[in-house]
């Protein structure tokens, strides 16, 4: 018999009566994980800090849960945290050395957990209204891949081909210990900065932002960013995204052994390029926000509006040491 999935995405099941992984039925209400996994929360004290939903309504980080069995937890997602704790903790050397597929799992397993959290805040809205929880087919197709991937984590599931993910990390050089968490849910892209290193990953894009951004890539992978360098290497990943206009098919062979997935190539039936144009004006508005902690404002990225304020790459287009960055406190 071929191995199943489980498709919540199929009759939109997020019921908290059933595993966000496997599907099953669960016994209790007790029966559920935190999505920011606990030894991260209480490492930078997150538990009651403010978490807001796409809705402007505000949550905290120790509310949002995910319905998950004893057995799933045990055998598949402690493992996980326990694996990307000792890395993470440990720092930027040992979060280099952990394999794409833990971080894709561990990263798709919050970004799942916040989607899990969105799309039953929107049903139970739309249900207190009469109305039914209406859903861009899109969006579905895009997510239902997402949770499929990370069925990989209890599944013998094979990635044949290109990996469906961009992930990249990065040493962080600075006084003090980092911590900052991005996620934009509809692009499926992901930032976290800490300790001495900081990863950015777009979950779906086949690999296609890393290529973007080659050249770039190519000159500061291996170096040691100041903050600011990291959060705007981020900006770009985070504007690109936006930009790439591709919703990726994969191909899904379920086999008595192990489902296979595979990646159908991008270019289909449109010659119209992957990403769209590049407007400076546009990522100068990205990048203002991700530069807030510096209070770097929009005028002054965009002042040569041919050519945006980078810190990673100097006028000879040449990487900027990170002890050569000065910014404002």
């Given at each position: 018999?071929?191995?199943?999935?489980y498709?919540p995405?199929?009759k939109?099941?997020?019921?908290?009566?059933?595993?966000f992984?496997?599907?099953?039925?669960?016994q209790s209400a007790e029966?559920?994980?935190s999505v920011f996994p606990?030894?991260l929360?209480q490492?930078?004290?997150?538990?009651?800090?403010p978490?807001?939903l796409?809705?402007?309504?505000?949550?905290?980080?120790?509310?949002?849960?995910l319905?998950?069995?004893?057995n799933i937890f045990?055998?598949?997602i402690?493992?996980?945290?326990?694996?990307?704790?000792?890395?993470f903790?440990?720092?930027y050397?040992?979060?280099k050395?952990?394999p794409?597929?833990?971080?894709f799992?561990?990263i798709?397993?919050?970004?799942?957990?916040?989607?899990?959290n969105?799309?039953?805040?929107?049903?139970?809205?739309?249900?207190?209204k009469?109305?039914e929880?209406?859903?861009?087919?899109?969006?579905?197709h895009?997510?239902g891949n997402?949770?499929?991937m990370?069925?990989?984590?209890?599944k013998?599931l094979?990635f044949?081909?290109?990996m469906?993910?961009s992930?990249k990390?990065?040493?962080?050089?600075?006084?003090?210990d980092?911590f900052?968490?991005?996620?934009?849910i509809n692009t499926?892209?992901?930032?976290?900065?800490?300790k001495?290193?900081?990863?950015?990953?777009?979950?779906?894009?086949?690999?296609?932002?890393?290529?973007?951004?080659?050249?770039?890539?190519?000159?500061?992978?291996?170096?040691?960013?100041?903050?600011?360098?990291f959060?705007?290497?981020c900006?770009k990943?985070?504007?690109?995204?936006?930009?790439?206009n591709?919703l990726?098919?994969?191909t899904?062979?379920?086999?008595?052994?192990a489902v296979?997935?595979?990646?159908?190539?991008?270019?289909g039936m449109s010659?119209?390029?992957?990403?769209?144009?590049?407007q400076n004006?546009?990522?100068?508005?990205?990048?203002?926000?991700?530069w807030?902690?510096?209070?770097?404002?929009?005028?002054?990225?965009?002042k040569?509006?041919?050519?945006p304020?980078?810190w990673?790459l100097d006028k000879e287009?040449?990487?900027?040491p990170?002890?050569s960055?000065?910014l404002?406190?």
């Open positions: 018999m071929a191995v199943t999935l498709k995405f199929e939109l099941n997020f019921s908290k009566q059933f595993c992984l496997s599907g099953e039925k669960l029966e559920e994980i606990l030894w929360m490492e930078y004290e997150l538990q009651d800090k978490f807001k796409l809705d402007e309504s505000i949550s905290t980080y120790s509310d949002m849960k319905p998950c069995s004893g045990e055998q598949y402690e493992p996980l945290e326990e694996e990307i704790k000792a890395a903790l440990s720092g050397e040992s979060v050395q952990v794409e597929i833990r971080l799992q561990w798709s397993k919050m970004v799942y957990g916040i989607l899990f969105e799309i039953r805040t929107g049903i139970i809205q739309q249900k207190a009469g109305e929880f209406s859903f861009s087919q899109s969006l579905v895009k997510f997402l949770h499929l990370l069925q990989s984590l209890n013998p094979i044949d081909g290109n469906p993910w992930i990390v990065f040493k962080i050089e600075g006084t003090k980092l900052n968490y991005r996620d934009e499926l892209t992901f930032s976290l900065a800490m001495d290193f900081g990863i950015v990953a777009c979950l779906q894009d086949n690999g296609t932002n890393s290529i973007y951004h080659k050249e770039i890539l190519d000159k500061i992978i291996g170096k040691a960013l100041h903050p600011a360098q959060e705007e290497i900006a990943f985070f504007y690109s995204n936006y930009l790439f591709r990726p098919e994969y899904v062979m379920p086999t008595e052994d296979y997935i595979e990646a159908m190539p991008l270019r010659s119209k390029p992957l990403f769209d144009f590049w004006k546009t990522y100068a508005q990205v990048l203002e926000n991700f807030k902690p510096w209070g770097i404002l929009m005028f002054e990225i965009i040569d509006p041919e050519s304020m980078s990673l287009q040449e990487f900027i990170a002890s960055v000065e404002p406190s």
